[in-house]
């Protein structure tokens, strides 16, 4: 068997699970196991490239230790502190995003949970942005129960983002405030809503290869429909500020063997694009089918989004027409 072959059955119908040997992703060669991801990434999920961006609704003061994170009261950085932001200043991200022609728009907050008079002015800041724009609408807000998924897709969410972050052996390594199985089970709660899933994680914060094509696994196990990979950038003042950057082909391996372990879901270039050459060129040849875009409301988001969108339509793939 080789990474050609394998591509082809998964096209054909083929499914990858834990019983395989895995192993295989990691000895064979890079550049025959990111064309065979990108053959797959091809034939079933077209050009089309899905760029998300996010606004950052509610920063730090969080209560969990996530090693990695600067938005965590567990460690001294520079992380900007407020609350919940006013609904015009969302609604005005979302237009920007829609004219630039992003297909998603996500509210992210910090905290394990959003709970309260914030959640409901969550609620009010989608049912508005539905009504104004023509864009898909995607929350990140925690752990949330049945009813206030629900209530998000009522009020016209049609996505939720929640990162198991690595693989269930690691997890432990890196937050101990809350468990992997509270990730899963919120997952869960997702797809039973009917709604679009979205779930990651973060390489290089010290795992194995295996911890990686675990959480590759897993997260086909669950189902989820898109899965941003982040590549580690150290934050100082977090645990894991002196961890040493991945190099670019550690990346593509992982971003290509995703691909073919989760053949119809959007691998999501996210955070560690920085690491990659040219804007993530190859990355998109080795089975990416989406990026994350953008950069809230400066002048800069704009010319994030249009760089990328320039980038992509020279390499032939599709992107939104812009307003």
Same mark, same amino acid.
């Given at each position: 068997?080789?990474?050609?072959?394998?591509?082809?059955?998964?096209?054909? %119908?083929?499914?990858?699970?834990?019983? $395989?040997?895995?192993?295989?992703?990691?000895?064979?060669?890079?550049?025959?196991?990111?064309?065979?991801? $990108?053959?797959?990434?091809?034939?079933?999920?077209?050009?089309?490239?899905?760029?998300?961006?996010?606004?950052?609704?509610?920063?730090?003061?969080?209560?969990?230790?996530?090693?990695?994170?600067?938005?965590?009261?567990?460690?001294?950085?520079?992380?900007?502190? *407020?609350?919940?932001?006013?609904?015009?200043?969302?609604?005005? =991200?979302?237009?920007?995003?829609?004219?630039? %022609?992003?297909?998603?728009?996500?509210?992210?907050?910090? %905290?394990?949970?959003?709970?309260?008079?914030?959640?409901?002015?969550?609620?009010?800041? &989608? /049912? @508005?942005? !539905?009504?104004?724009?023509?864009?898909?609408?995607?929350?990140?807000?925690?752990?949330?129960?049945?009813?206030?998924?629900?209530?998000?897709?009522?009020?016209?969410?049609?996505?939720?983002?929640?990162?198991?972050?690595?693989?269930?052996?690691?997890?432990?390594?890196?937050?101990?405030?809350?468990? &992997? /199985?509270?990730?899963?089970?919120?997952?869960?709660?997702?797809?039973?809503?009917?709604? *679009? =899933?979205?779930?990651?994680?973060?390489?290089?914060?010290?795992?194995?290869?295996?911890?990686?094509?675990?959480?590759?696994?897993?997260?086909?196990?669950?189902?989820?429909?898109?899965?941003?990979?982040?590549?580690?950038?150290?934050?100082?003042?977090?645990?894991?500020?002196?961890?040493?950057?991945? @190099?670019?082909?550690?990346?593509?391996? @992982?971003?290509?063997?995703?691909? &073919?372990?989760?053949?119809?879901?959007?691998?999501?270039?996210?955070?560690?694009?920085?690491?990659?050459?040219?804007?993530?060129?190859?990355?998109?040849?080795?089975?990416?089918?989406?990026?994350?875009?953008?950069?809230?409301?400066?002048?800069?988001?704009?010319?994030?989004?249009?760089?990328?969108?320039?980038?992509?339509?020279?390499?032939?793939?599709?992107? !939104?027409?812009?307003?």
């Amino acid at each position: 068997m080789n990474a050609t072959e394998l591509a082809q059955e998964i096209i054909d %119908g083929r499914r990858i699970t834990r019983e $395989d040997d895995l192993k295989f992703f990691l000895k064979c060669d890079l550049e025959a196991l990111c064309e065979g991801a $990108d053959r797959i990434r091809k034939a079933l999920k077209g050009d089309k490239v899905d760029l998300c961006s996010i606004i950052n609704g509610r920063s730090g003061r969080c209560p969990e230790d996530c090693k990695y994170c600067a938005q965590s009261a567990h460690y001294h950085t520079s992380c900007v502190v *407020y609350d919940f932001l006013p609904e015009q200043q969302i609604l005005a =991200a979302c237009r920007m995003n829609e004219k630039e %022609g992003v297909d998603r728009f996500s509210i992210v907050t910090a %905290g394990k949970a959003l709970t309260g008079e914030e959640f409901e002015k969550a609620l009010h800041a &989608y /049912e @508005t942005m !539905k009504q104004e724009c023509n864009i898909e609408l995607c929350a990140s807000m925690g752990f949330l129960n049945e009813e206030q998924i629900h209530r998000l897709h009522q009020a016209g969410v049609s996505s939720y983002h929640h990162n198991i972050e690595t693989s269930r052996r690691n997890f432990p390594n890196i937050c101990t405030t809350h468990t &992997y /199985e509270m990730k899963i089970e919120t997952l869960k709660k997702v797809k039973a809503e009917g709604m *679009y =899933a979205c779930s990651g994680g973060i390489i290089g914060m010290g795992e194995t290869w295996e911890d990686r094509l675990d959480m590759a696994v897993s997260l086909a196990e669950i189902g989820v429909d898109s899965i941003p990979i982040n590549a580690l950038m150290p934050i100082e003042g977090t645990p894991l500020e002196d961890m040493p950057p991945l @190099t670019e082909e550690d990346i593509l391996r @992982t971003i290509a063997f995703f691909r &073919y372990i989760n053949p119809q879901a959007d691998i999501r270039l996210a955070a560690g694009r920085a690491l990659l050459t040219k804007d993530g060129q190859r990355a998109f040849r080795a089975g990416a089918s989406a990026t994350i875009t953008g950069n809230m409301l400066t002048t800069v988001a704009c010319a994030t989004i249009r760089s990328d969108r320039e980038m992509l339509k020279e390499m032939g793939r599709e992107v !939104k027409a812009v307003l």
